[in-house]
Structure formats: C-alpha cells, structure tokens
C-alpha cells in the first residue's frame, strides 16, 4: 500500500468513526422528551426543565451539522488527492425534519395522544394578551387547525411580515399551550439562519448590538409588553453566547416563545422573504 493510500484510508476510518448516529438518536429522544414535558405543562406555567431541553437540542442540531460538514470535507480532501469516495461516508440516516408532533420508527412508545382543543382563555392565552397589551380582548375559540408549532409558526410569521398586529395576536391566542410552547423549540434553528443572511456571516459575538438595532423596536412595536431581558437573551443565543450575567427575574415561560416566533418573521420581513418553509430548511455551508 502507497503512502497515498494509506492516508486515504485513514482519512475514512477518522470519517465512519465520527459520531453522527449517536447524536441522531440523542437528539430524537431530547425532542421526544420536550414533547412529553410541553404535554404534562398544558395546564401549569412552571418551566419544569423546558428551557433547558430547548436549548440541549440547539446544542446538538449543532453539533450534527458540524459533524456532517466535517464528513464533506473530508471527502472532498480524498477527491483532491485522487482517491475519491468509496461510497459515501458512514454517516447514518438522514435526520428527520425538527417536527415535534412527528414521532420516527425508533420510537417504541408510540405517538403521543393529542386531546382535542376544549378550553379557552387558559394561562397561555392570558399571558399573550399581557405581552400584547390586550388583556380586555375576548379569548378566541381554539383553531383545531392548528395542532402543530411548526403551523403556528408559518402563522405568526405571515402576520408579522403583513404588519397585522391583531392577525398575530389572535393566532398566538388560538392555540393550547402545548403548541405555543413549542415555538421556543423550532424558531431557534430558522433565526440562525435568517441572521447569517442578515449578516452575511454566522452570526457572532461581535454582531449581537447589530441585530438589536435591527430588531428591537420593532419587537416593540409588536409586543409591547415583552419584557426586554427576554429579547436579550433569545439574541445572545442567535450569537452563540452565554445569556445575560446580571440577575433577571425568570420570564414567564410563554415569553420566550412568543419573542422567537415574532423574531423570525420580522428577519423574514427584513430580508424581503414571503415564505420559508419550517421543515424544508437545510444547513448552509458558511465556511465556503
């Protein structure tokens, strides 16, 4: 064997031996326990270790896309040196769209049961209409419509991006808890994106008073009752850095989600998009 293809071999073991299944199936079961936890939450405000799933699962939808980078360029080194690909790289199946009412084969359990919408003016419904500065509006009646927060989300960024602050008001109040909940789960990896467009760079550090120029007025404007700390600490996520040091009191848990469902279609709006499709989005590869 030439030193070539010694070193193309071992390039392809370093490539099989990345743990890209492994944190698959960590991320299918993080999702499938923050879908348990949003369920259990339908009638209590308390957090109950949501924010903290949420965030594990940014983590790791991270991870898994630096993992599948780093099998593209490897592949693309044994192509620059003349020994191409023997088959693609091990790298597992392809992970399923972030759907949180999806449940994929490997799931023994089962698909969860989904009540059917009978009640109104729950704490969710109460809170948006404190965030909005509505809270002598009438509840609306659920929109059995709307069951999944990838739909809510389509919906709250079309009435953002329209302007219609009562269209939002309302479709955030239609829905259980559950569903509004789960906006604080797959807004995140969408305003990822829609932030390196707005930059032309994954967004950083250094870009985070750039993105509260752009944004916060606007969320303002929107939701005037949002309290500000939540905003800041949704942004510094986007950045990839640490929340805020100083002590804040802990926001309700409905602020959060509200605040990245509102965020992600005010970028849209910013960047002049019409539509973009929650489940369709693939990782961009910004090191090019």
Same mark, same amino acid.
């Given at each position: 064997?030439?030193?070539?293809e010694?070193? +193309? ?20 079961h ?16 308390d ?24 099998q ?16 693609? @790289?091990?790298a ?9 009412g999806?449940?994929g ?57 329209? +302007? ?39 967004p ?23 309290? @500000? ?16 040091k ?25 960047? +002049?998009?019409?539509?973009? @499709? ?9 090191h090019?």
């Open positions: 064997m030439s030193i070539i010694e070193l +193309g071999a071992r390039v392809r073991a370093a490539s099989d031996e990345l743990p890209v299944e492994l944190v698959i199936k960590a991320l299918d993080l999702k499938l326990a923050s879908e348990r936890l949003r369920w259990v939450r339908q009638e209590s405000a957090p109950m270790g949501v924010p903290e799933l949420s965030a594990a699962t940014e983590h790791l939808e991270t991870a898994g896309h630096a993992l599948r980078l780093a593209d360029q490897f592949a693309t080194y044994l192509a620059a040196i003349g020994l191409g690909r023997d088959g693609p @790289p091990a597992g199946p392809e992970r399923p769209p972030a759907r949180p999806a449940r084969p490997a799931d023994p359990s089962g698909p969860v049961r989904r009540a059917a919408p009978a009640r109104t003016g729950g704490w969710w419904s109460v809170r948006v209409a404190e965030l909005f500065d509505r809270r002598d509006t009438p509840a609306p009646k659920p929109d059995p419509e709307i069951t999944d927060p990838e739909e809510l989300l389509r919906r709250v960024t079309s009435g953002v991006r329209s +302007g219609d602050r009562t269209r939002l008001h309302t479709e955030l109040r239609a829905v259980e808890a559950n569903v509004g909940l789960g906006l604080a789960s797959v807004a995140p990896p969408m305003l990822r994106d829609l932030a390196a467009e707005l930059l032309g760079h994954p950083r550090a250094a870009d985070l008073p750039r993105l509260r120029r752009e944004v916060t007025g606007q969320v303002r404007d929107l939701v005037p009752n949002l309290p @500000p700390g939540v905003l800041d600490t949704l942004l510094s996520r986007v950045c990839r850095m640490p929340p805020p100083e002590p804040v009191e802990q926001p309700h848990p409905a602020d959060p989600a509200v605040a990245a469902g509102v965020l992600t279609g005010l970028l849209m709006r910013r960047l +002049g998009l019409d539509q973009r @499709p929650v489940t369709a989005r693939a990782p961009r590869d910004t090019a």
